[in-house]
């Protein structure tokens, strides 16, 4: 037996955390199952009337498990009973009637048949179950560490049909552990069972303690489920692949020493492949993909029904001719999730104080921690695309600028090539002639002009005209202005019967 410190529950099986604190189980030395104190409820006690205790076969964080014999029928049955301090609760004890009710309804070979159930007039309620002769799974890994593959996959394939009648009547586990599968013989064939259907949904859905801690157990707890999300059928699929990871294993995928730390695992940190750990879950195979494929932390990453799992199942492990396993390495469709650090179904921490207990100080800096080096991550990645995009546009500009260069430093060539041509032409035009004879003296008197700055010197030598003319400076900018010329000397003119002498006119 395991005791909380804290409230002093008692729990059997394989439990290391309260389900309703959070505190870790103490393990009593040689304590046996048996009524609490202030319950009524012994052996020899008549329940209903009808069915006599006759020991506890177990105890858990709804009720007590009891071996009972049916007065009248003389048959052995087991029956499950409401834990007084949650019967008070008319919600919890209706709830729990209800679920009853509807586990009654999934009829199939894989799960535990309900016979009976009722309220007792002090208020308390409790189910009865056909009663099994066996041990939980739970025993089995304890003792015997991970289980062979063959033996495992049968199992699992009798597990996943009992959750697929349950899900086609619309009925969910929601607490699906090591503990709940219970392995027994019929018919020479070693066959698994589920038990306790609905009752998670039942704890979970009343405060029930001053922390208001969910019920369930965290090491099976999908990560939508630790943090207060909507459930459905995929949830267990999650707890089936962690089952599955434990019993090919020998552990879970994830431990810690508080029960948040066990949630906060199972929400932000991807389970280390079997392949990797010692043992023989080196040689799974396929078998690796496909649970590793049930434990995605997205819903819609893993399988969408239990049918969908069996037929990938039967499709990597075969039976051979000597009874042993053949494994598939590696089969077409089957694709494990890439896990993404700080987006596990982009469930945020902070849905945790909704319906948890307040997590530990470490606990809550190691998730957001997670979160922060994801987003310091992507930050980093469109900075550097960002200054990637502004070097390769800064390149472009500056190879664009470059060419323009060039072409304006050829059009200035050109422009250069045509001033000297122009040039050229201009020189050929002012080449200097021959000197031109004296100017006649006229009767009258006359200005000489002095002759142009074009005009070739007395005695220079004319070069041939077909020889090709020195290269000839292009002209400057501003010219001498033309000196004046005075006006053509006048006609003497008569007025007035005298005549006017004209003063330009040269007098003889």
């Not at 586990?103 to 179950?129: C, K, R, W």
């Not at 063959?150 to 009547?169: E, F, G, S």
């Not at 032409?425 to 008197?445: H, L, V």
């Amino acid at each position: 037996m395991r005791t909380c410190a804290t409230c002093g529950q008692r729990f059997s099986g394989e439990a290391a955390f309260c389900p309703f604190d959070g505190t870790k189980l103490e393990v009593e030395v040689g304590a046996a199952a048996g009524p609490r104190p202030g319950d009524e409820v012994g052996p020899g006690a008549v329940i209903g009337g009808v069915y006599r205790v006759d020991r506890v076969l177990g105890e858990g964080g709804m009720g007590t498990v009891f071996a009972v014999t049916h007065t009248r029928l003389n048959k052995r049955f087991a029956l499950k009973m409401l834990k007084k301090d949650l019967a008070r609760d008319p919600e919890t004890r209706a709830r729990f009637l209800q679920e009853a009710q509807a586990a009654g309804q999934i009829q199939h070979p894989n799960v535990v048949e309900i016979t009976d159930f009722a309220a007792l007039p002090d208020g308390s309620a409790y189910m009865v179950m056909e009663y099994l002769d066996g041990q939980p799974l739970a025993r089995m890994i304890k003792l015997g560490g991970a289980l062979p593959a063959l033996r495992a996959v049968t199992l699992v394939r009798d597990v996943a049909k009992a959750l697929q009648a349950a899900h086609d009547a619309s009925v969910v586990h929601r607490d699906l552990k090591p503990d709940n599968v219970f392995v027994l013989e019929i018919g020479g064939r070693e066959t698994a069972k589920i038990l306790d259907f609905g009752v998670a949904k039942v704890a979970g859905s009343a405060k029930l303690t001053r922390t208001g801690m969910v019920f369930g157990t965290p090491h099976y707890m999908s990560p939508e489920q630790a943090s207060g999300g909507v459930v459905d059928g995929r949830t267990d699929i999650y707890a089936l692949g962690v089952i599955m990871y434990e019993m090919f294993t020998g552990r879970v995928p994830f431990e810690a020493d508080t029960y948040m730390g066990v949630l906060t695992k199972h929400m932000f940190e991807a389970p280390v492949p079997p392949s990797q750990l010692p043992g023989p879950a080196r040689e799974l195979g396929a078998l690796e993909d496909l649970t590793l494929k049930a434990l995605a932390k997205r819903p819609e990453d893993r399988y969408s029904s239990m049918n969908e799992l069996i037929a990938d199942l039967d499709r990597i492990v075969q039976v051979g001719p000597d009874g042993r396993a053949i494994i598939a390495a590696e089969v077409a469709g089957i694709r494990r999730p890439v896990f993404k650090p700080g987006q596990p179904g982009r469930i945020s921490v902070a849905g945790l104080a909704d319906e948890l207990e307040p997590p530990h100080r470490a606990e809550i800096d190691a998730a957001f921690r997670t979160e922060r080096e994801a987003r310091v991550q992507r930050f980093g990645m469109i900075v550097l695309s960002a200054i990637l995009g502004l070097g390769l546009v800064v390149a472009v500009t500056a190879l664009v600028l470059r060419r323009g260069d060039g072409r304006a430093a050829t059009k200035g060539g050109d422009l250069t090539e045509k001033g000297e041509k122009a040039s050229e032409k201009a020189g050929e035009k002012a080449k200097p002639t021959s000197p031109s004879a004296s100017a006649s003296t006229s009767a009258t008197p006359s200005v000489s002009v002095p002759p142009s700055a074009s005009a070739a010197p007395p005695g220079s030598a004319v070069p041939p005209a077909s020889a090709d003319p020195p290269p000839v400076a292009p002209p400057p900018a501003t010219t001498t202005p033309p000196k004046w010329t005075p006006p053509p000397p006048a006609t003497t003119k008569k007025s007035g019967g005298e005549d006017i002498d004209d003063p330009w006119a040269k007098k003889n």
